[in-house]
């Protein structure tokens, strides 16, 4: 089968096509004909050399995949560790699901990890709630375009920040009440204005220290803050009295290094609370561009840029 290897020399990633032999799954695996793979920003660290995939997986890049099961043919997604950009994928069994009705199967691949990112972190960690204030940070990601979906369909009003002028719009179509364009408006000012005072309940925050200070003064009593990246810093100063007094949670949460078995829980109820709601056209994808694998690295490229609105998928066509 044919894998990506991607690297990034003088700051420009380079992709190429490499064979190996297909996976043989191992006890309680199943084997993936990939369709489409997403591309995360964690697919950049660990190129980078900063994220490593867990011990015993694949050193593949690649966090998520649409396809169809090898045995039965039966279109699905999975939610993986490495292993996604290539043709074929050994998955752990609990870590699949059937792709949702009306979303095509390329579509899909832009499915597991952003969407159960923002359902990890907003409804298990983040304890979300109808009526609730939600802020999410990097809205216009795979993860923010989906959390923001999450948070209204709970019920939750959103507001959500982006470093662009231009993909202000997609927040709103997301469902975003409150969509602020960092680079021209504090966003912790204006989600005071709209809403008051300590209103937000929950913030999904992949920006880190640059950005704590503002969460905090936002939270409501007893609120939470669930960091999920540091692109903003990894070291912060934390007024803790401020912290104590509004009896506050700052939670720390990465998806990837969970177990098998605590993974393959979570997904039983995504499957069974989110991806129903796909086929039900309450929930979508947000699709940036798909390219084929021989066009990788331009995919890279852009995300690294910061110019993707949403997922960037590539395609694994044969003929």
């Known amino acids: 089968m044919k894998y990506l290897h991607v690297s990034e020399p003088q700051g420009r990633y380079v992709a190429s096509l490499r064979e190996m032999a297909v996976p043989i799954p191992g006890p309680g695996e ?23 995939p867990p011990p015993g997986e694949s050193d593949i890049v690649g ?5 169809t099961r090898d045995d039965t043919g039966e279109p699905v997604c999975a939610l993986l560790a490495g292993g996604g950009h290539a043709e074929y994928v050994a998955a752990p069994e609990g870590q699949v699901f059937p792709a949702p009705a009306g979303v095509d199967l390329v579509s899909a691949a832009a499915i597991p990890e952003a969407f159960l990112t923002a359902f990890v972190n907003l409804v298990v960690e983040g304890g979300l709630a109808r009526d609730s204030g939600v802020l999410v940070h990097g ?3 795979g993860v923010g375009l989906a959390a923001i979906q999450i948070a209204k369909l709970a019920g939750a009003k959103v507001a959500a920040t982006t470093r662009s002028a231009g993909k202000v719009a997609a927040l709103q179509r997301a469902g975003a009440d409150v969509a602020i364009d960092t680079t021209q408006h504090d966003p912790v000012a204006e989600i005071e204005a709209r809403w008051g005072r300590d209103a937000v309940a929950a913030v999904l925050d992949p920006v880190g220290a640059s950005s704590l200070a503002g969460d905090l003064r936002l939270l409501a009593t007893g609120g939470r803050i669930v960091i999920i990246a540091t692109m903003g810093g990894a070291r912060a100063d934390v007024d803790l009295a401020l912290l104590m007094r509004k009896r506050a949670r700052i ?7 969970r177990s098998r078995a605590e993974k393959a829980t979570l997904v039983a109820r995504f499957r069974e609370e989110i991806v129903p709601e796909f086929a039900a056209g309450r929930l979508r994808v947000t699709v940036d561009a798909v390219v084929p694998a021989e066009r990788a690295a331009e995919a890279f490229q852009r995300m690294r840029e910061n110019r993707n609105v949403g997922k960037m998928l590539i395609a694994w066509g044969r003929s």
């Open 30 to 52: 199943i084997l993936i004909r990939v369709t489409a793979s997403g591309l995360n920003r964690a697919d950049l660290s660990q190129i980078a050399g900063r994220y490593p």
């Open 139 to 141: 809205g216009a990601s």
């Open 251 to 257: 939670v720390g949460s990465t998806l990837r290094s």
């Open 63 to 67: 966090l998520e995949v649409s396809g």
